[in-house]
T-cell receptor
Framework: EPEVTQTPSHQVTQMGQEVILRCVPI?????FYWYRQILGQKVEFLVS????????KSEIFDDQFSVERPDGSNFTLKIRSTKLEDSAMYFC?????????????FGPGTRLTVL | RKEVEQDPGPFNVPEGATVAFNCTYS??????FFWYRQDCRKEPKLLMS???SGNEDGRFTAQLNRASQYISLLIRDSKLSDSATYLC??????????FGPGTRLSVLP
């Protein structure tokens, strides 16, 4: 069964450093998403991406964040200068729904720890 | 602000019990509704989509009441493996999902 994969599973970084989180969505999917979940809190939407551009982004997704699909398979989230409050689990998701948010399939997540 | 509300629980039930979870959402324009389950420190996994007419998948039944902006999930004959957090998820009439805080279920032997 096809699945979304994410690397690394755990990333530890110093405050102020740049991190890149990587995702490989399901191959025939067209819509890609990043979410985050701070420990003990709910899952929060960051950004959606379709046709090589951002479709929507939340208030959390400020100038420190960027996304890219550098090739036909990877989808990355970059945080330029990490803050302590960026520590969270980051989930990538993908869906194949045209015209709306269909069922989204989530990767196993990257746990980001900012020291 | 678009919100999805759930009773956080925990719901502690014996094996074999029937348990029901409720969820309310604030955006009347929402079109898509889902239940996901999340095990501790794992990713959300789709349990079922929720359709206007209600739908059933084995021991799980989901209902949607658009007028009251209310979604429910019923689990019959609970198994130990049903222990997880159940997330109510609603679209905000865009491309993104709004997640509820989740309801924690513990099924006890």
């Amino acid at each position: 069964e096809p699945e979304v994969t994410q690397t690394p599973s755990h990333q530890v970084t110093q405050m102020g450093q740049e991190v890149i989180l990587r995702c490989v969505p399901i191959s025939n999917h067209l819509y890609f998403y990043w979410y985050r979940q701070i420990l003990g809190q709910k899952v929060e939407f960051l950004v959606s991406f379709y046709n090589n551009e951002i479709s929507e982004k939340s208030e959390i997704f400020d100038d420190q964040f960027s996304v890219e699909r550098p090739d036909g398979s990877n989808f990355t989230l970059k945080i330029r200068s990490t803050k302590l409050e960026d520590s969270a689990m980051y989930f990538c998701a993908s869906s194949d729904a045209a015209g709306g948010p269909g069922e989204q399939f989530f990767g196993p997540g990257t746990r980001l720890t900012v020291l | 602000r678009k919100e999805v509300e759930q009773d956080p629980g925990p719901f502690n039930v014996p094996e074999g019990a029937t348990v029901a979870f409720n969820c309310t959402y604030s955006n009347s324009a929402s079109q898509s509704f889902f239940w996901y389950r999340q095990d501790c420190r794992k990713e959300p996994k789709l349990l079922m989509s929720v359709y206007s007419s209600g739908n059933e998948d084995g021991r799980f039944t989901a209902q949607l009441n658009r007028a009251s902006q209310y979604i429910s999930l019923l689990i019959r004959d609970s198994k130990l493996s049903d222990s997880a957090t159940y997330l109510c998820v609603v679209d905000d009439y865009g491309q993104n999902f709004v997640f509820g805080p989740g309801t924690r279920l513990s099924v006890l032997p």
